[in-house]
């Protein structure tokens, strides 16, 4: 069954610097998503893609954030100088179109310290 | 503003029992709703989902039921497993973009 794969699987970094989560959606997928769960709370959105281009994103998804999908396969969120409230579990996850669920990847687990 | 919400933040049920696990959501215009599982470590696992034009779906041994008058789903296993032990999300589609609003989450507990 096709994944959507995210590396690292963990990453730790110290506050004030930049990181970049990487996912690999399901190849014939045209919508990608990235979103996060602090630790206990609930999955918040924080933005979706498609055709190259930012077509929603969140009050999270500030200055800070960027997305990216440099080649045909990988789709980055890069956060630019972390916070401590940045540590959370970030999804990728991917949809081929319609009004449809999408597939999560197992997630990436920022910490910030 | 609009949300997504559980009754039940936990639930433990006896190995063979039927689970039911519920959601009330707030707003009419949502169309589309899923249950997520997500066992630890995952990521949001889909069950089955079900759109505004239907009252009831089943799956392998989950049902889906929805209640537009009162705004209210609930996810109901039947001859529940040990390995049904995860946290369980609904998660509403609002009609705008694509997005989901995911609720807080109930964990269920399976004993053995």
């Known amino acids: 069954e096709p994944e959507v794969t995210q590396t690292p699987s963990h990453q730790v970094t110290q506050m004030g610097q930049e990181v970049i989560l990487r996912c690999v959606p399901i190849s014939n997928h045209l919508y990608f998503y990235w979103y996060r769960q602090i630790l206990g709370q609930k999955v918040e959105f924080l933005v979706s893609?498609?055709?190259?281009?930012?077509?929603?994103k969140s009050e999270i998804f500030d200055d800070q954030f960027s997305v990216e999908r440099p080649d045909g396969s990988n789709f980055t969120l890069k956060i630019r100088s972390t916070k401590l409230e940045d540590s959370a579990m970030y999804f990728c996850a991917s949809k081929r179109g319609g009004a449809a669920g999408y597939t999560f990847g197992s997630g990436t687990r920022l910490t910030v310290v | 503003g609009e949300s997504v919400g559980l009754h039940l933040p936990t639930l433990s049920v006896q190995e063979g029992d039927n689970s039911i696990i519920n959601c009330a959501y707030s707003?009419?215009?949502?169309?589309?709703f899923i249950w997520y599982k997500q066992e630890s470590g995952k990521g949001p696992q889909f069950i089955i989902d079900i759109r505004s034009n239907m009252d009831k779906r089943q799956g392998q041994r989950v049902t889906v039921l929805l209640n537009k008058t009162v705004k209210h789903l609930s996810l109901q296993i039947a001859a529940t497993q040990p390995g049904d032990s995860a946290v369980y999300f609904c998660?509403?589609?609002?009609?705008?973009?694509?997005?989901?609003?995911f609720g807080t989450g109930t964990s269920l507990t399976v004993i053995p």
């Open positions: 998660a509403e589609n609002q009609g705008t973009g694509n997005q989901f609003y």
């Open positions: 893609f498609y055709n190259n281009e930012i077509s929603e």
């Open positions: 707003n009419s215009a949502s169309d589309y």
